[in-house]
C-alpha cells in the first residue's frame, strides 16, 4: 500500500454520517406506505358505509355501526355465533380460569416492577382471553354455532398445537443416527412448496368418498355415499388436517435445526450416567430449544390467523358457515360490496391476533428466551 | 452386564452401546419415519397420476398406477403446454419474475435494516412519532372523506409535518430504543393482509397500476420486509462486533462493512431467510386475486381458475400444480446447497 489514497471530503463523507438513516429509510418508508397509511385508510373503511351510485362511489360515515352488527346485530351469528346456555361445570371451569388470572396479576404487582403499560397489557391480555373462553364455552355447548371469530380461533390454537407436537415428535425421531437421513429430511420439506390453492384441491381429491384413492376403504365401512363436507365438524377438521399438511414441515425444519445444535457433551455425559430418554428431552433439550420454539410458534401463530385458501376452496366455508375464517368472511363480505362490513372483520381480526400474539410474545416468548440464555 | 444376562426385554429395548439404537426403538423410529413419509408423498404421488388421466379415469372410481390400473394420456399436459400455450406461459413467467424479484428485494432491504438495528443505535423521538401518524391520519381524511385530489393532501400533511417537527418536537424528550423499531415492523406482519389489501387497491388504481408486475413487487416486498428483518437481525446478532470495529479502524464504511463483511458470513441465515420468502411469495393468493386479473396473473390463480362452470378440471389442475412444484424444488435445491456449505464453512473457522 505505497499510494495513500487522499479521503474525498464532502459529498462521500456526507453519504457515510448518513449511511445509518440510509439503511433502515427504506424498510420505514415501504412499511409506512403499504402497511401503515393503508391501516388507517381501512380504519376510515370500517367506520364508513360504502354504496355505488352513478358514475363512481360514496362513502358515508357511519360511526361504530359496522362494529355494531357484527356484535350484536344481523351478523352476529354469523361472527361470535349462536350462544347457548352455559351448564354447570363450564361455569367451573371459567370460574378457575378467572381465579387464576387474579392469581397471576397479584403475582405481577407483589414482583416489584410494576409500570403503567405492564399493567395495561396484562389487563388487555386477562380481559381479553377471558372474554374469548367464555365466548367459547358458549357457542361450543350443543346448543350454541360458533362463528367466523371461534372458527379462526379452532384453526389456531388447535392446529398449531397439533402442528407443534408432530412437528417436533418427527423432528426428534430425524434427529438420531438414522440411515437415510437426507431423503427423510428432503422429502418432509417439501409440502411447504406447494401453493395452499393446489393442496386445497389436491385433498379435495384425495378426500372424496367415493372417487378417491381411499374409497375402497370407505365402501368397506359402508361410508361411500357419506360426505364429510355435510358435517361441520368433519369439514373443518379436513381443513385443519390440510393446513397441518402444508405447515408441519416448517415447524419441523425449525426444530430439527435447533435439536441438531443442542450441546452434544451434555447429552452424552446425561447418558452415561444412564438417564432416560425422557429426562433428557425434559431436562437438556426442550430447555436449549425453547426460545427458538418459541420464535417459531410465533411465526405460525402471526401466519394462522391469515388462513384463507384452503376454507376457500376445500369447502367454500360450508357446510353454512361452519368452516368460515374471519379472512374468508371478510373476502365474502368485501364481495358482496359490504366494504364497511369487510374492514370491520378484518380490524376485530387484527385485534385479536395482535393482542394474542403480542402476549405469547411478551409472556412466553421473552420468558422461555430468558431461561434459554 | 455381559451378554448372557440380558433378558429378552433388555435385549430389545436397551441399546448395546451409547451410539446405537436399541431394536424396539429403531422399528419405532422407522416406522414412524415410513409411515410419515407416505402421508408427505402420497398426495404428491396422487397429483402426479391424476395429470395422466383421462376424465373417465378420475369419475370412475380410483385408478392408482399408470400403465397397470389405467392408460396414462398426456391429454392434460397437452392442452395447458400447447392448446392454452401462450395463457399457461404468462403467468408462469409473472410468477417467477414476480416472486423472485420481491424476494431479492425484501430480503436485502430487511438485511440491511436488520444489520443497522444490531449495531447501530437508534432514538426516534415519540413526539416526532405521534406528529407523523396524526399527519397521515389527516391525509386520509382529506383524501376519502373530503374528497381532495390525493397529490394536494399528501403535501398538505408533509408540511404540516414539517412544520410539527421543527417547532414541537423538541418539547417531547421521550425517544424509543431499537428493540420498539424491530418490535413495530414485527408488528406489521400481525396484520391481516385482508385488512390491508383493499387501500392498496385503491392506492394502486388511482395510480394506474393495477394489474402490473411492479403493484405485486412491491406489495410481496412489503408484507415479506417483516420477517426477513426479523429472521437475518438474529443471524446478525451472532456475528462478533470485533470483525465490524477492526474493518472500521482499517477505515471502511459501514455500507461496506455490511455488503463485505456481514452479507457473507451470515450466508446460511440469508439463504434460509431467502428460501421461506420465496415459498410465500410464489404461494400468495389473496393480494394476488386483488391486485391482479390478466396481465400480471400468477399461477394460483391460474390454479384455481381451473374451477370451471363444468366442475373442477382435476387433470388440468393437476398439471399446473406439478409444474408449479418443480421451481421451487430447484430453487430449495440450490439455496439447500448454500445453507450446508455456509454451516461448514463456519465450523471450519471455528
Known amino acids: 500500500m505505497s499510494e495513500v489514497k487522499q479521503p474525498k471530503v464532502g459529498f462521500a463523507q456526507r453519504i457515510d454520517q448518513l449511511t445509518p438513516q440510509l439503511l433502515i429509510l427504506p424498510t420505514v418508508l415501504i412499511i409506512l406506505f403499504l402497511a401503515v397509511y393503508p391501516l388507517l385508510l381501512s380504519a376510515y373503511l370500517a367506520l364508513s358505509r360504502f354504496k355505488l351510485v352513478s358514475g363512481g362511489f360514496e362513502l358515508k360515515y357511519v360511526g361504530l355501526r359496522n362494529f355494531k352488527k357484527l356484535f350484536s346485530g344481523s351478523q352476529q351469528y354469523h361472527f361470535l355465533g349462536t ?17 387464576s388470572f387474579c392469581y397471576w ?34 357457542v361450543l355447548n350443543g346448543s350454541g354455532y360458533p362463528g367466523s371469530l371461534m372458527v379462526t380461533l379452532f384453526y389456531v390454537f388447535v392446529g398449531v398445537s397439533i402442528q407443534f407436537v408432530i412437528a417436533l415428535g418427527l423432528a426428534l425421531l430425524c434427529a438420531q443416527k438414522i440411515r437415510g437421513k437426507h431423503f427423510f429430511r428432503m422429502a418432509f420439506f417439501i409440502p411447504i412448496m406447494v401453493t395452499p390453492v393446489g393442496i386445497a384441491y389436491a385433498f379435495r381429491m384425495l378426500m372424496d368418498m367415493s372417487q378417491g384413492p381411499f374409497a375402497p376403504i370407505w365402501s368397506m365401512f359402508g361410508l361411500a355415499e357419506f360426505s364429510w363436507a355435510a358435517d361441520a365438524w368433519l369439514a373443518r377438521w379436513v381443513v385443519l388436517i390440510g393446513d397441518s399438511w402444508q405447515w408441519i414441515p416448517f415447524l419441523f425444519m425449525v426444530l430439527l435445526a435447533a435439536i441438531e445444535n ?70 365474502i ?27 405469547f410474545f411478551n409472556f412466553v416468548g421473552q420468558r422461555t428466551a430468558a431461561k434459554g440464555a | 452386564m455381559s451378554l448372557a444376562t440380558r433378558s429378552l426385554w433388555q435385549r430389545i429395548s436397551e441399546p448395546k452401546n451409547l451410539q446405537s439404537m436399541s431394536p424396539l426403538n429403531k422399528v419405532f423410529t422407522y416406522s414412524i419415519l415410513f409411515v410419515w413419509s407416505f402421508v408427505v408423498l402420497f398426495p404428491l404421488y396422487w397429483l402426479f397420476v391424476t395429470s395422466f388421466k383421462l376424465p373417465i379415469h378420475v369419475s370412475d372410481g380410483p385408478y392408482y398406477i399408470p400403465f397397470i390400473d389405467f392408460e396414462p394420456s398426456l391429454h392434460a399436459w397437452k392442452y395447458i403446454f400447447i392448446d392454452l400455450g401462450q395463457d399457461t406461459l404468462r403467468p408462469y413467467l409473472n410468477s417467477i419474475i414476480i416472486a423472485s424479484i420481491s424476494t431479492v428485494l425484501a430480503v436485502f432491504i430487511g438485511s440491511m435494516s436488520a444489520y443497522a438495528l444490531t449495531r447501530i443505535e437508534y432514538k426516534p423521538k415519540l413526539g416526532s412519532i405521534i406528529g407523523f401518524i396524526g399527519a397521515v ?93 426479523w429472521l437475518m437481525r438474529d443471524f446478525f446478532a451472532k456475528i462478533p462486533v470485533e470483525l465490524e470495529e477492526s474493518a472500521m479502524l482499517d477505515g471502511a464504511s459501514r455500507m461496506r462493512v455490511f455488503l463485505t463483511i ?39 390463480l391460474m390454479v384455481a381458475a381451473q374451477n370451471a362452470t363444468r366442475g373442477p378440471q382435476w387433470w388440468y389442475m393437476s398439471v399446473l400444480i406439478v409444474v408449479m412444484i418443480i421451481p421451487v424444488l430447484i430453487a430449495a435445491g440450490f439455496i439447500g446447497k448454500l445453507i450446508n456449505k455456509g454451516q461448514l464453512a463456519g465450523a471450519v473457522k471455528g
Open chain 1, 105 to 138: 396479576l397479584w403475582c405481577y404487582f407483589r414482583s416489584g416492577t410494576v409500570s403503567v403499560i405492564g399493567t395495561i397489557g396484562r389487563s388487555i391480555t386477562v380481559i381479553v382471553i377471558m372474554m374469548l373462553t367464555m365466548l367459547a364455552f358458549s
Open chain 1, 262 to 331: 443442542q450441546p452434544k457433551e451434555q447429552v452424552e455425559a446425561a447418558q452415561l450416567d444412564g438417564a432416560g430418554s425422557w429426562r433428557i428431552f425434559k431436562d437438556i433439550t426442550f430447555p436449549s430449544i425453547a426460545a427458538v420454539a418459541a420464535t417459531a410458534v410465533l411465526i405460525r401463530l402471526i401466519e394462522a390467523f391469515k388462513i384463507i385458501d384452503l376454507p376457500n376452496i376445500l369447502t367454500n366455508g360450508g357446510p353454512g358457515i361452519a368452516t368460515e375464517s374471519m379472512t374468508l368472511h371478510s373476502f
Open chain 2, 262 to 300: 456481514y452479507l457473507p458470513l451470515a450466508k446460511p441465515g440469508l439463504a434460509a431467510t431467502t428460501m421461506l420468502i420465496l415459498i410465500l411469495s410464489w404461494n400468495e393468493y389473496l393480494l394476488a386475486l386483488f391486485l391482479s386479473t390478466v396481465d400480471a396473473q400468477t399461477m394460483p
Open chain 1, 333 to 359: 363480505a368485501w364481495r358482496t360490496q359490504d366494504l364497511g362490513g369487510s374492514a370491520a372483520v378484518g380490524y376485530s381480526l387484527l385485534f385479536v391476533a395482535v393482542v394474542i400474539c403480542v402476549s
Open chain 1, 83 to 99: 350462544f347457548g346456555e352455559f351448564l354447570f361445570w363450564e361455569w367451573l371451569i371459567i370460574g378457575f380460569f378467572a381465579l
Open chain 2, 137 to 229: 391520519g389527516l391525509v386520509v381524511y382529506l383524501t376519502v372523506a373530503i374528497g381532495m385530489q390525493w397529490q394536494l393532501s399528501l403535501s398538505i400533511g408533509a408540511a404540516l409535518f414539517v412544520i410539527f417537527v421543527l417547532s414541537f418536537s423538541r418539547h417531547f424528550s421521550r425517544t424509543l430504543g431499537n428493540n420498539d423499531i424491530l418490535f413495530w415492523i414485527i408488528s406489521q406482519r400481525i396484520m391481516p393482509p385482508v385488512v390491508s389489501v383493499l387501500p392498496i387497491y385503491i392506492m394502486f388504481q388511482q395510480l394506474g397500476l393495477l394489474d402490473t408486475h411492479f403493484a405485486l413487487i412491491v406489495t410481496y416486498m412489503a408484507v415479506n420486509l417483516p420477517i426477513a428483518v
